[in-house]
């Protein structure tokens, strides 16, 4: 299994440039989510979809544009790049609760953005 | 809202020593999840362990152990007899009832391991 893969794992863009990130997990999982790991701050969620068809914002998703077109693929879409995107994005995916156990989130191996 | 503070933003150890990462965390469910994720220097995220609210048995896994006291709202990580391989930076993350995408991380603390 490949569990998630993210691509591309490395990237510069110029100010006002557009580019997607790619997620893609083979476990069979509903929920995906997208992180910005900065230094000193942890990872923060920039959006999340609980199934096909369905995104919604987290806690920093200003700037940034989801679509989950198919369950196993979670894009996202910087539209016009800043330099305060920069940063190093994650990709995890879980299943859907169960009973009393909280979800496992997997992680890709991370999206390295350098935005001059 | 849901809090996760990790004090210590880096820890120097020398190989074979035991070290305790320290986690709090703050929240108003009374049903919820705690994680420890390892991240080493390749930068992938590695999951670790996972307890929910309910279940305040500490666990041992090897040479790791977490500590789990509702009362301190703390869930602490100790290594015993470090090793080199051991050196990474590790995330204590808290889900509530809210469901997972409710993952709150804490900042992390880098633990280096020198031989």
């Known amino acids: 299994n490949a569990g998630v893969t993210q691509t591309p794992k490395f990237r510069v863009l110029k100010t006002g440039q557009s580019m997607t990130l790619l997620c893609a997990q083979d476990?069979?999982?509903?929920?995906m989510y997208w992180y910005r790991q900065d230094p000193g701050m942890g990872l923060r969620l920039i959006h999340y979809?609980?199934?096909?068809?369905?995104?919604a914002k987290g806690e920093v998703p200003d700037g940034y544009n989801v679509s989950r077109l198919k369950k196993q693929n979670f894009l996202l879409g910087l539209e016009s790049a800043a330099p305060s995107q920069t940063s190093v994005y994650f990709c995890?995916?879980?299943?859907?609760?169960?009973?009393?156990?909280?979800?496992?989130?997997?992680f890709g191996a991370g999206t390295r953005l350098s935005v001059l | 809202a849901q809090k996760v503070t990790q004090a210590q933003t880096e820890i120097s150890v020398v190989e074979k020593e035991d070290v305790t990462l320290d986690c709090v965390y703050e929240?108003?469910?009374?049903?919820?999840?705690l994680f420890w994720y390892k991240q080493p220097p390749s930068g992938e995220l590695v999951f670790l362990i996972r307890r929910n609210s309910f279940d305040e048995q500490n666990e041992i896994s090897g040479r790791y152990s977490w500590n789990f006291q509702k009362s301190t709202s703390s869930f602490n990580f100790t290594i015993t007899a470090s090793q080199v391989v051991d050196s990474a930076v590790y995330f204590c993350?808290?889900?509530?009832?809210?469901?997972?995408?409710?993952?709150?991380f804490g900042k992390g603390t880098k633990l280096t391991v020198n031989p």
């Open positions: 993350a808290l889900s509530g009832q809210g469901g997972s995408e409710k993952l709150v």
């Open positions: 979809s609980v199934g096909e068809g369905t995104t």
């Open positions: 995890a995916s879980s299943y859907r609760r169960q009973g009393a156990l909280g979800d496992i989130q997997y």
């Open positions: 476990m069979n999982h509903e929920y």
């Open positions: 929240t108003r469910d009374t049903t919820y999840y």
